[in-house]
């Protein structure tokens, strides 16, 4: 049965902004919930009442929330087979689940090829090893450890993404090998931000914004103080939260995405050294490069899924694969606060850079 959102703490406000324009009756509304892919969602959007615009986030909410559910790896619901029941069948049989599943490990297998596998979904027995640390690691800081490497390498044997079989006209997915697990963390958020993105689109919403934890898709305009139309304004955050300015860069966003990957959102501390969440497939330990890459490009699944790929990538090697990828634009910032730009990525940034909220 579909959960009403207005059960799990959706908050409608009419913010201050009124289109003063006659041409277009809308106004600004906010929407937030809090229970989807374990983080904060975050819609603005213009609409014509209160009413439509409480339609169209629930229109939001169950997108995001089957989305959520058929992508989910820790969780079981009932008469549902998500990615946990592939995992739980791995070498066993297999599964026969919603197209939205198949489309995501597709998604995911090309991914996996553009990045030369720096982006892998098929990680998941690594992946869960550092998870188990991680997570007993904060629950007992003064015993934290980390994952032993020989271990780490037993467990890379069974990473191979060819061993995913996917069966399309029978909308199967069986994991060959019986230790591989998925984990799709790196790139579902955004898949489902994207695909959301679309449906909410067709019904109607054409000026608005959705966050899901930071990985942002704006959809049209927004409407200044005149009612003029103007791009979103979305935020990259400063990784130093001591900071007074609480973003990096504020940029002008249409119709596009911005997702990034960095080491200060999930982490554990092992002998006083940070140890975050993005494991580099070549080392099988948290990539060192960079304090965080953001991505801006149309589509959100592919912002997610090259963010945590350029991560883990060299500079250079990195840099290269954004020039040649169309419409996409990158940032990184290194752990001595040097910062790098694609050769497009300054030209969004608004000219007015000055403190902002986050989505705007
Ligand atoms: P966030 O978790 O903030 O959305 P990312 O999009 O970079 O950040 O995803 C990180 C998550 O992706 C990790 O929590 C883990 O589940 C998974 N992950 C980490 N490293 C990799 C990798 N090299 N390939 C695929 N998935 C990864
Ligand atoms: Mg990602």
């Known amino acids: ?37 374990d983080t904060v969602t975050e819609i603005v959007g213009f609409s014509e009442s209160e009413v439509k615009f409480s339609e169209y986030s629930q229109i939001i909410y169950d997108n995001l929330n089957e989305y959520n559910r058929l992508y989910d790896i820790y969780h079981n619901y009932e008469g549902l087979n998500n990615l946990k029941t ?31 596998g720096n982006v892998n979904i098929a990680l998941g027995s690594v992946l869960s090893l550092w998870h188990e640390h991680r997570i ?32 399309e006209k029978a909308s199967e997915v069986f994991l060959e090998d019986p230790e591989m697990r998925l984990d799709v963390g790196a790139v579902a958020k955004g898949y489902a931000v994207e695909k959301t993105a679309h449906a909410i689109e067709k ?4 000026n608005g914004m959705i966050s899901v934890g930071g990985n942002i898709r704006t959809l049209g305009s927004k409407y200044d103080e005149k009612g003029k139309k103007t791009p ?21 966003l ?7 990957s960095g080491i200060y959102e999930r982490y554990y501390i092992v002998d006083g050294k940070q140890y975050h ?59 001595d606060g040097t910062k790098m730009y694609s050769s497009g990525f300054k030209s969004m940034i ?7 909220n986050l989505c705007s």
Request: negative net charge; aromatic residues 8%; proline residues 4%.
């Open 136 to 167: 007993a690691g904060l629950e007992e800081p003064m015993s934290a450890t980390l994952p032993e490497y020989e271990e780490l390498l037993k467990r890379a044997q069974h990473t191979d993404i060819n061993r995913i079989l996917i069966d």
């Open 254 to 260: 249409s119709e596009g995405s911005l997702v990034t």
């Open 1 to 37: 049965m579909k959960r009403k959102m207005t059960a799990v703490l959706l908050t409608i406000a009419m913010s201050i902004t009124m289109t003063a324009c006659s041409v277009r009756a809308e106004k600004r509304y906010k929407a937030s919930f809090l229970n989807l892919f």
């Open 350 to 356: 608004k000219i007015d850079d000055k403190e902002q």
């Open 277 to 335: 969440h993005i494991i580099d497939p070549k080392t099988l330990r948290p990539a060192e490069y960079f304090v965080f890459v953001s991505i801006v490009c149309q589509d959100s699944g592919m912002a997610d899924a090259l963010s945590t790929a350029v991560f883990n990538m060299p500079f250079e090697e990195g840099a290269e694969l954004i020039k040649k990828l169309d419409g996409v634009e990158a940032m990184w910032e290194f752990h």
């Open 203 to 206: 019904a109607g919403f054409v």
């Open 86 to 116: 592939i995992n739980d069948n791995a070498g066993i049989k297999p599964v026969k689940v919603d197209r939205k599943i198949i489309d995501l490990l597709l998604f995911s297998k090309k991914m996996y090829e553009l990045t030369d």
């Open 232 to 252: 979103w304004s979305v935020g990259i955050q400063n990784p130093d939260f001591n900071s007074t300015k609480k973003t990096l860069h504020v940029l002008n």
